[in-house]
């Protein structure tokens, strides 16, 4: 079992960054795709971007593409979103996920461990 806990959230203007973390516990933390994903109020949950156990392998949505950058590393159990340039489209709650699979996923069910979310809010 793997449990995860984000960090780094908080209230920026438009145009500016935030580096979010998820640290994991267990030692088989390398063994998970990991995943980021957000939740605004009255939307579903979203991809938006994974990474594979190795980290070689990266996957974004197109909503982020070229502004956010995951990234992991394995000795220190940690998960990080670079978000650049944010757009108050941004603001949600962002959670990470831990899936078994060999490659980077956005399928939010191919996720089995969810952390409890940082909530990431962007002002005009």
């Known amino acids: 079992q793997v449990q995860l806990v984000e960090s780094g959230g908080g209230m920026v203007q438009a145009g500016d960054s935030l580096r979010l973390s998820c640290a994991a516990s267990?030692?088989?933390?390398?063994?998970?795709?990991m995943g980021w994903f957000r939740q605004s109020p009255g939307k579903e949950r979203e991809f938006v971007a994974a990474t594979s156990r190795s980290g070689g392998n990266t996957y974004y949505a197109d909503s982020v593409k070229g502004r956010f950058t995951i990234s992991r590393d394995n000795s220190k159990n940690t998960v990080y979103l670079q978000m650049n340039s944010l757009k108050p489209e941004d603001t949600a709650v962002y959670y990470c996920?831990?899936?078994?699979?060999?490659?980077?996923?956005?399928?939010?069910?191919?996720?089995?461990?969810w952390g409890q979310g940082t909530q990431v809010t962007v002002s005009p």
């Open positions: 996920a831990a899936s078994p699979r060999l490659g980077a996923t956005p399928r939010l069910n191919e996720y089995d461990y």
């Open positions: 267990g030692r088989t933390f390398s063994r998970y795709t």
